[in-house]
């Protein structure tokens, strides 16, 4: 009753917000050191799950990048790549799971780690302050009624219209267009990679098509992944390599998946006469 007719209740609610409101720069010191505190704990916290790390040397646009053991710090046990680019973008070539697009992440993450934790899953890392912009991974839309391709060159032109801005873009690409016939898809992608690394870009891209090493030769470093096939067995050792890939594992896949062995033969043989066919041909 006395809470009744004197409002106790709601005269402490009255006297609690009044306090609060004089108190309030306080307040906001003290939740920006226990946001401060939390953070430095979480990022000291993934530093130490980390096998290894550094700080990152953020460099003037247009100065290319080092990474030196990179490695992606979601997977355990990844083998550590270098990679130097003083100038051109990378176009990594290789075999179907070699180890491409995950070496795309690798620069993607950490470019990113680096812009917002000072952190790199590296013994070395030294670039601009990258925005990164990444295709990777498009899909089609059923209920948009999008193909696959349509939504590849919607990305790939915010891709291109990201490269009209100044501030210095890390652009990662994985098999370009893919979603049409060969002859198009190296002469829009040349087209598209060629505008894409300049500066003060820098663009990393992963692709089977071979034809590009020469299209974009100056503009683009050419290196590869690899694997082995011995006794029917596919293995790979993720050790980014310079140069092109001379080796394809497509048909070898399609073996250790036990497709039919007349399948697999008679794959192997069109190879050997498209092969043919074009060495006849240059």
Not at 42 to 52: D, G, Q
Not at 101 to 117: I, S
Not at 245 to 261: E, F, G, M
């Amino acid at each position: 009753y006395v809470n009744l007719v004197f409002l106790l209740d709601v005269n402490a609610l009255l006297f609690s917000l009044d306090l609060l409101s004089r108190r309030r720069d306080a307040l906001h010191g003290v939740f920006d050191a226990v946001g401060e505190v939390d953070g430095a704990l979480s990022t000291s916290a993934f530093r130490a799950s980390l096998p290894f790390w550094c700080r990152p040397r953020f460099t003037a646009p247009g100065t290319g990048l080092m990474a030196v053991d990179a490695i992606h710090p979601l997977i355990d046990a990844a083998v550590p790549n270098s990679l130097v680019l003083a100038g051109p973008s990378l176009l990594v070539t290789g075999s179907n799971m070699a180890g491409k697009t995950t070496f795309l992440k690798t620069l993607g993450v950490n470019a990113l780690l680096g812009r917002t934790l000072a952190t790199c899953a590296a013994r070395r890392w030294e670039a601009p302050a990258f925005d990164v912009v990444a295709a990777i991974g498009r899909s089609e839309s059923l209920a948009e009624g999008t193909s696959y391709y349509l939504a590849e060159v919607r990305r790939v032109g915010a891709l291109l219209r990201a490269a009209d801005e100044a501030s210095p873009r890390l652009f990662l690409l994985d098999e370009l267009f893919r979603g049409t016939n060969t002859v198009e898809r190296i002469a829009a992608g040349k087209a598209v990679l060629a505008r894409l690394a300049r500066a003060p870009h820098l663009a990393a891209v992963a692709s089977h098509d071979l034809e590009l090493v020469p299209l974009l030769h100056g503009a683009y470093v050419p290196y590869h992944f690899r694997e082995e096939v011995a006794d029917g067995v596919l293995s790979f050792d993720y050790v980014l390599r310079e140069g092109p890939s001379s080796t394809r594992n497509a048909i070898a896949l399609l073996a250790w998946a036990a497709y039919p062995p007349e399948v697999v033969a008679e794959a192997d043989a069109t190879v050997e006469e498209l092969v043919g066919e074009t060495c006849a041909r240059l």
